[in-house]
């Protein structure tokens, strides 16, 4: 299987040229390679609804008997928005399949891979399971505990603090971390913050769509995030506001939320958006939202600036929870590490 690690990178690599543009659908790349071992065709799947990574491929050949096809995810095997892959692998006259890994999908779950094998096909994998597996997290999660994936980001300075004590926060990091947040944003559905960092900060946030925490509804509407995307605010279900019958726009939907000790219940919030087909989230916001959230999280992303506050007063990126023992810390793995001249980007799963 060594002699595939590097079409199975490409196939990564392709992949990740949709990311932000596939869901509820995952990352798939495909290479298809003749018995010389040359690259005779390459695909993935560019947007939902789109032809799939195996069929964008083997379109553009006329014939592609005895051909070996290298994809990071097992064929699906059933009918979606498109045609199943296996049966234009088949037809194609495919003599080899080398996949990354099975498809988590219950109604595909193994059953690509032995609908080849009957055809007469022979299949290698997994290869390079672990990247192919790291670069589909959110659809994985999906698919395994039919949840929505939950990431955060937060930008401090060394010693941990996001804003001075009046709330100054611009700039912590250099535009070059800034350039890496964008990136970092387009993989997800949404982008979630709460009304404290919109009153303060008056984001824009550009994006598809956008979640508000705003418990009392006390944003103002004509905010800059409120002008682009569709956007959920989540707000305390027991309040009887007139705010909701003056807002004229259809691009904003309510959502009343239960209250837990004082504050909007974040598990019902996540339920929810798994419920709005939102199969992703990145988490944008202050330290009582981010430390709410820590106890539900997939993965944290860490921008650390060379600089120091040292200021108790300053505002720290978790705060709201209090700990007696360093045994009850939330604990994290490292994934990677990354330099954004002069910041570094550490990024951490649960």
Known sequence: MKQYITHMNKCIELAKLALGDTSPNPLVGCVIINNSGEIVSTGYHKKYG??????????????????ILIVNLEPCSHHGKTPPCTDIIIEKGIKKVVYGMKDPNPIVAGRGLQKLKDAGIEVIGPVLEDECKNLNEVFIKNH???KTFVAL????????????????????TSENARAEVRSIRKKYDAILTSSTTVIADNP??????????????KTDFN????????????????????????VQNDRIFFIPTPVKNEKLDIKYI???LYELKIMSVLVEAGGEVN????????KLYHFIAPKILGDNLGRS????????????CTNLKLESSQIFEPDILITYTK
């Open 50 to 67: 789109d032809n799939h990574a195996e069929r964008d491929a083997l379109l553009k050949l006329e014939n592609a008997n005895d051909c």
């Open 144 to 146: 395994t505990e039919k």
């Open 153 to 172: 980001k937060t930008a401090t300075t060394i010693d941990g603090k996001i804003a001075t004590y009046n709330g100054d926060s611009k700039w912590i």
């Open 204 to 217: 824009t946030m550009e994006h598809k769509k956008k979640i508000i925490l705003d418990r009392e509804l």
């Open 223 to 246: 905010s800059k995030i409120y002008e682009q995307g569709e956007i959920y605010v989540f707000y305390d279900e027991s309040l009887n506001s007139e705010i909701l019958n003056r």
């Open 270 to 272: 996540i339920n929810s």
């Open 291 to 298: 430390a709410s959230f820590m106890p539900h999280i997939d």
């Open 317 to 328: 990126c978790f705060n709201g929870t209090s700990v007696e023992k360093i045994a009850d």
